[in-house]
């Protein structure tokens, strides 16, 4: 898979993560949803990072033709999905992330896994299952050339929602910056 560049939002524009201060006059944005960038600047990165409502961490990208937007840290362990590859598998699109390999679906962030059949039976068979909706997906839409996200505020908890905390990013940071021994 080709790799892409991955842009933060300090790198991509000054602009603010709130709805835009102009938004077009006719077929504006939803009241909730956050601009994120000129779809022109996402098309080229192929991925990006953005920190919305000051708090949360989302990862656009933007693949054959589609955008998409999704909890930027994978559910599993945190792992930075912005490094992932996006592959096909059972004829779904996932991103694979970097750390332990798991695939998540980029549509609806189902965690996909090889199941065996029956273990006693050789040569095994496996087939793709999925776990279930793990990463929390968050709505994009486009509005005359502008990117906006509008989180996912399902209440239902989505086991990417853990590392979205201010306790595990105050954890994290911590530990990016603690002097090595
Ligand atoms: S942190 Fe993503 S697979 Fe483990």
């Known amino acids: 898979m080709k790799k892409t560049d991955v842009r933060s939002d300090q790198e991509m524009s000054s602009e603010e993560d709130t709805p835009s201060s102009s938004p077009p006059p006719s077929s504006s944005p939803a009241p909730a949803s956050h601009l994120i960038g000129s779809k022109e600047d996402i098309v080229k990165a192929g991925r990006l990072i953005k920190t919305v409502n000051g708090c949360r961490e989302i990862l656009v990208l933007y693949h054959q033709g589609t955008l998409h937007a999704m909890d930027m840290r994978c559910y599993?362990?945190?792992?930075?999905?912005?490094?992932?590859?996006?592959?096909?598998?059972?004829?779904?699109?996932?991103?694979?992330?970097?750390?332990?390999?798991?695939?998540?679906?980029?549509?609806?962030?189902?965690?996909?896994?090889?199941?065996?059949?029956?273990?006693?039976?050789?040569?095994?068979?496996?087939?793709?299952?999925?776990?279930?909706?793990?990463?929390?997906?968050?709505?994009?839409?486009?509005?005359?050339?502008?990117?906006?996200?509008?989180?996912?505020?399902?209440?239902?908890?989505?086991?990417?929602?853990?590392?979205?905390?201010?306790?595990?990013?105050t954890g994290s940071i911590q530990a990016q910056t603690k002097p090595k021994p």
């Open 76 to 169: 599993h362990a945190g792992g930075p999905l912005q490094h992932g590859d996006i592959e096909e598998f059972n004829g779904r699109l996932c991103i694979v992330c970097p750390w332990h390999k798991y695939k998540i679906t980029l549509a609806e962030g189902e965690g996909l896994y090889q199941a065996v059949d029956d273990p006693t039976v050789k040569p095994l068979r496996t087939h793709w299952r999925s776990k279930g909706v793990k990463q929390r997906i968050h709505k994009v839409t486009e509005v005359k050339g502008s990117v906006y996200v509008t989180l996912n505020d399902c209440s239902e908890a989505i086991e990417s929602d853990v590392y979205q905390t201010e306790r595990y990013r």
